[in-house]
C-alpha cells in the first residue's frame, strides 16, 4: 500500500503564488507515477501535472503550462506542486494521487487540500 498526503492549501489572490505539498508513505519503493488533479464546484476532477518517481519526468495540463511547476524530494518522500500567477480559475481542491509499477492507474489518493484565489 501506498500513501499520500497533501497540504499547502489556502486563500491567495489572482497573480499570486502557493507551493502544495503531497508525502508519500507505505511501500514508496512500489511508486512510479505521482499526479496532482483538481476538482472545482460543480465541475469533474481534472488532471493537472504528474512526475515520475525515478526519472523525474513532468506532464503538465494544458491550462497550467508555464504557471505550474511540478517536483519532487525523493528523499523527504513529497511531491511539490508550485502554483505561480494564479487565477480564480484554479479555485478547486487539488488531490494529490500516486500509481505503482505495473499499473497506469492511480489508486492511492489524498483526501485534498483547497486551493482559493480570490479576484
Known amino acids: 500500500q501506498v500513501q499520500v498526503e497533501e497540504s499547502g492549501g489556502g486563500l491567495v489572490q489572482a497573480g499570486g503564488s502557493l507551493r502544495l505539498s503531497c508525502g508519500v508513505s507505505?511501500?514508496?519503493?512500489?511508486?512510479?507515477?505521482v499526479g496532482w488533479f483538481r476538482q472545482a464546484p460543480g465541475k469533474e476532477r481534472e488532471f493537472v501535472a504528474s512526475?515520475?518517481?525515478?526519472?523525474?519526468?513532468?506532464t503538465y495540463a494544458h491550462s497550467v503550462k508555464g504557471r505550474f511547476t511540478v517536483s519532487k524530494d525523493n528523499a523527504r518522500l513529497t511531491v511539490y506542486l508550485q502554483m505561480n500567477n494564479l487565477s480564480p480559475e484554479d479555485t478547486a481542491i487539488y488531490y494529490c494521487?500516486?500509481?505503482?509499477?505495473?499499473?497506469?492507474?492511480?489508486?492511492?489518493w489524498g483526501q485534498g487540500t483547497q486551493v482559493t484565489v480570490s479576484s
Open positions: 494521487a500516486a500509481y505503482r509499477y505495473g499499473t497506469s492507474t492511480y489508486d492511492s
Open positions: 507505505g511501500r514508496t519503493l512500489e511508486i512510479d507515477n
Open positions: 512526475v515520475y518517481w525515478s526519472g523525474g519526468t513532468t
